[in-house]
């Protein structure tokens, strides 16, 4: 079986995509759990029995259950496949609430966002700086190394998004209203 790392690689390297070899049990797990995923609270079965339940002779409930049972099997069997397919479910729906939600908590002054996000970066950067390495120095070494990488990072992308959402406020509307409905407020 392989790995997360293995996959990724080979779906990475030209032909890019190749999904030639994967069996419809796969794909159809893998689409599932993106798309159980890409909702945050994993309502993608409930989507799925929703719409197949009015053209079945099974009940929604049924139908819920056996898409619940099939992706426990596909969880098993394709670990790093249902791994991808939850961050590629997840990234976008983070990608547009996330932001918006931060800008909500920290507040729409530039300087403070930015302040705020490269300071987050540093200390993610240290941290997972920390996890690199085998002795306490080369941890700390790398560290170092990673922690102003990821601060300045973290500022420069949100100076982006900041500077886009000040220039197309029907963007930052809409932001904003995706995370409220992302958190729940």
């Known amino acids: ?20 070899e994967a069996d419809p049990e796969q794909l159809k797990g893998m689409g599932r759990t993106m798309l159980d995923s890409a909702t ?7 989507i799925e029995a929703g719409v197949r339940a009015p053209f079945s002779d099974k009940t929604f409930q ?9 992706q426990a099997a596909f969880k098993e069997k394709y670990p790093a496949e249902y791994m991808a397919s939850t961050i590629l479910g997840a990234g976008p729906t983070l990608a547009v609430g996330a932001p918006a939600a931060a800008t909500r908590i920290i507040g729409t002054g530039l300087k403070a966002n930015i302040g705020a996000s490269t300071a987050l970066g540093g200390l ?9 390495g085998e002795t306490t120095d080369q941890r700390i070494q790398s560290a170092k190394e990673d922690a102003p990488i990821m601060a300045v990072g973290g500022g420069i992308v949100t100076a982006a998004m900041m500077g886009a959402i000040k220039a197309t406020p029907i963007v930052g509307r809409f932001l904003s209203s995706m995370a409220n409905k992302v958190m729940g407020r």
């Not at 993610?124 to 690199?132: A, K, N, Y």
């Open 62 to 70: 049924e139908i819920d259950s056996e898409i619940n049972q099939e």
């Open 124 to 132: 993610g950067g240290f941290i997972s700086g920390t996890g690199e």
């Open 40 to 46: 945050i609270v994993g309502l993608g079965g409930e």
């Open 1 to 20: 079986m392989a790995g997360f790392w293995e996959t990724y690689a080979k779906m990475s390297s030209p032909p890019m995509y190749d999904l030639s």
